[in-house]
């Protein structure tokens, strides 16, 4: 746990050769279990960086930095040789938690206006897993903007059971999300969503994979409000989505944007 208090926070490394495991819910209902950065005031958020063989996150534990001021959120970047596998939520100050997640502000402190930018979160593994409501997120709640979302697997992505990967802002240009593995699968409700409120841009989604397979009600969506809509750019072999599945760029009010399938 790293906090900064005025002055820039200090950068966080974990590495362990064979397995990290962050399971458990904590007894003060405030705070996940898990690894976390953050900043209150104008000074930047601590990097995160764990390397490690296989990396298991479960039961709404989370790697997170957060701003919750006018300082910069600190970048998370995780590389697991084996795997990733994360699973399930829990609430902590009416908030849903469980994954990894750099953000600008929290909805737990809506009287708190974030200025600063969220970091990205960057992954390098072999198969990446995430179920039961689990999450990957980049997002600002506040006026700053969003980081970007980089995933890189050289095996499977499985998501399932509403298991979520997301970019979201309310101000200026929204955070991208680039994902390249061998083979991706939704299912059972998940979602890779980049979305933008109000007058912000949505960000874009890229996927780069051999076979993209969207199943049970699974949805690839990029949209705003007033702003203008992200693009969704799929390129792969084969590509299968189900009829009650959603792939779609678009905006309420403003211009929408584009899928492209190659």
């Known amino acids: 746990l790293a906090f900064s208090g005025g002055g820039n926070g200090g950068n966080i490394d974990v590495a362990v050769q064979d397995t990290i495991q962050i399971v458990g819910i904590p007894s003060d209902p405030r705070f996940a279990s898990g690894i976390n950065s953050s900043s209150f005031t104008d000074g930047a958020a601590g990097n995160i960086k764990v390397s490690t063989n296989k990396l298991l996150i479960r039961d709404g534990s989370e790697i997170a930095a957060t701003t919750i001021g006018s300082g910069d959120g600190g970048n998370i970047n995780i590389s697991a040789i084996d795997s990733i596998e994360l699973f399930g939520t829990t609430t902590v100050n009416n908030m849903q938690r469980g994954g990894l997640i750099a953000t600008s502000g929290r909805t737990a402190f809506s009287d708190l206006v974030a200025t600063g930018a969220s970091g990205d979160i960057t992954i390098d593994t072999g198969s990446l897993t995430i179920q039961q409501g689990a999450s990957i997120d980049v997002q600002s709640l506040g006026t700053g903007s969003a980081g970007n979302l980089e995933i890189e697997s050289s095996q499977d992505i499985l998501l399932d059971e509403q298991g ?58 990029a949209e705003a409000e007033r702003g203008m809509g992200g693009s969704i750019d799929i390129n792969a072999e084969g590509l299968f989505v189900c009829q009650d599945c959603i792939i779609s760029a678009s905006s309420r009010l403003g211009v929408d944007g584009v899928v492209q399938i190659d």
């Open 164 to 221: 979520t990967i997301s970019a979201a802002n309310n101000f200026g240009n929204g955070g991208n999300i680039n994902i390249i593995a061998r083979n991706i699968f939704w299912r059972g409700n998940s979602t890779t969503t980049a979305t933008a409120t109000g007058d912000a841009n949505g960000g874009n989604i890229s996927i780069v994979g051999t076979n993209l397979v969207v199943l049970e009600s699974s949805q690839l969506i």
